[in-house]
């Protein structure tokens, strides 16, 4: 299985040059579960997109601190890219922004939560089956493209998964974040967020994990079920 990673973060910071790029992320996650994919990082955000004639087994959409409705080039050419992917049946899984890029490019509604930052460990659902993940998002999807189904949600992400037939998962949760990394987040963001969220997404974590193993599991089987 060969996947293609379109890396969509934007942050340059120092905090971000000192951690795994989101590109590396997704890659160990991938070949934690299943060591003998390949995957191949292109880092859309800096223009840097697949030939036209690319073929792989699977695409993942990364998540990013830029919205989907801001009107920078590589985001448009990313959602035309993503709409070309649907045509020919390739899947395609999203995360955060990727989750609402999906959307927005299929005809989809994104616009900021109504309940503000979400931030930290949070508990949803995922097709039935109750996970914590964890988020970082100020946007989600308001509305949904024709044809898709909502797998999961919570009171402050009422769009938390959803799939269009077989060929398209997302998430608007980060299922490549690690428990050390978003402890490191949130102190990173401490001096930038409102007191409030930062407390809340602290205790979020405080003596708590995401069910990473139980996400990989899901979205490694979702491409091999896609190309069955």
């Known amino acids: ?10 942050d340059e910071s120092a905090f971000a040059q000192a951690h795994p790029r989101d590109g590396e992320k997704f890659r160990a996650m991938l070949q934690g579960c299943r060591a003998d994919w390949r995957v191949t990082v292109f880092s859309v955000k800096d223009g ?5 004639d690319a073929r792989f087994d699977g695409w993942l959409i990364t998540g990013s601190p830029a919205s989907v409705n801001d009107d920078s080039a590589w985001i448009g050419r990313l959602l035309a890219l993503i709409r070309r992917l649907a045509d020919e049946g390739q899947p395609v899984f999203g995360a955060c ?25 949070a508990r949803t659902e995922m097709e039935g089956v109750g996970i914590s993940l964890y988020a970082a998002h100020r946007e989600q999807v308001l509305d949904l493209p024709q044809d898709a189904v909502v797998l999961g949600g919570n ?32 102190e990173a963001f401490a001096d ?34 896609a190309v069955r």
């Open 1 to 10: 299985m060969h996947i293609a990673v379109l890396m969509a973060n934007t």
């Open 48 to 52: 840097e997109f697949p030939p036209d």
């Open 97 to 121: 922004f990727g989750h609402q890029a999906v959307a927005k490019a299929l005809g989809g509604r994104v616009g900021p939560n109504p309940g503000g930052w979400v931030f930290g460990l």
């Open 155 to 186: 009171a402050e992400c009422a769009v938390g998964s959803y799939a269009i037939g077989r060929r398209i998962l997302t998430t608007q949760y980060h299922p490549e974040m690690g428990p050390e990394f978003v402890a490191a987040l949130v």
């Open 192 to 225: 930038r967020l409102p007191e409030e969220v930062v407390a809340r997404a602290r205790a979020s974590i405080s003596g708590r994990q995401a069910d990473s193993d139980w996400i990989a599991e899901r979205i490694a089987r979702f491409y091999e079920e």
